[in-house]
């Protein structure tokens, strides 16, 4: 099995490549057959990003904090795990989003799209989903749609739903609501096109985020997923994923 081995830069993860290039050699992306990602879950999706050319899976290996999308570290056991992998298919989100000057900038997240306000004053939305206005005027620091691999991330810190790997879902999260102060967000089916419009976008300039690309002074931004892309990502067959998404959402 021909493995590239990539590393996020810390010594811990520049330490643990090392060994691993010592056991088992390291392949060029273009000639292996599997992508092994050491670091943390931001990592693992700018691994996503930064290979996606090469269309290989990717078994990640936490030496991160949290790591919920990475497997456990374990050097010795490695070709034995990837021969005994669980692969789940992820897709990103397709961003298009115009701004002040009318220009079009695009982008692909596979971690979440964040709307956020560029200034003091408070941003003013207007949400459509499917072409129906569903919010006239959210009055937030911004808000933000995640797929199931980003539910983990911003989104869950914006008090957003854990969302399963594999599930054919969107979250949509306000971030820091003011009006309507009850909203918390809609779990949205996979398929949903979602247009968010800035309400007074020069007095209120509101900046958009897809994943690590950002883009200032924008008017709206229109998210969908990106159903003709996919990568695939590799878990131990007794990854314990399910189990600790469930533990997270019924903490003490």
Known sequence: ?????????????????????????????????????????????KTIHDYKEFNLPIYGMNLGSVGF????????????????????K???????????????????????????RETYQA?????????VIRIKELVCDGVLVATPAGSTAYNLSAHGPIIPLGTNALA??????????????ALLKEDTNILVEVINSKSRPVGVAADHNEFRNI????IKIASNISHTLLFNSNHSFDERILKEQFIE
Request: aromatic share 6%; proline share 3%; net charge positive.
């Open 90 to 116: 992820i897709k990103p989100l397709s961003m298009k989003a115009k701004n002040q000057n009318n220009e079009i900038v695009k982008s692909l997240a596979f971690n979440e799209v964040s709307l956020i």
């Open 172 to 185: 949509l999260t306000p971030i820091s609501a003011f009006r309507p102060r009850r909203w918390r967000g």
């Open 69 to 88: 999308l990475m497997n456990k570290y374990d050097e010795k056991n490695l070709i034995n795990n990837l021969q005994n992998v669980q692969k789940v």
């Open 123 to 131: 941003a003013k939305l207007r949400i459509k989903i499917n072409g």
């Open 1 to 45: 099995m021909k493995i590239c081995f990539v590393c996020f830069d810390n010594s811990k993860a520049i330490k643990a490549k090392e060994k691993l290039l010592k056991l088992y050699g390291s392949s060029a992306a273009n000639n292996s057959d599997v992508i092994v990602a050491l670091g943390g879950d931001g990592f693992l999706l």
């Open 219 to 222: 008017k709206s931004v229109s």
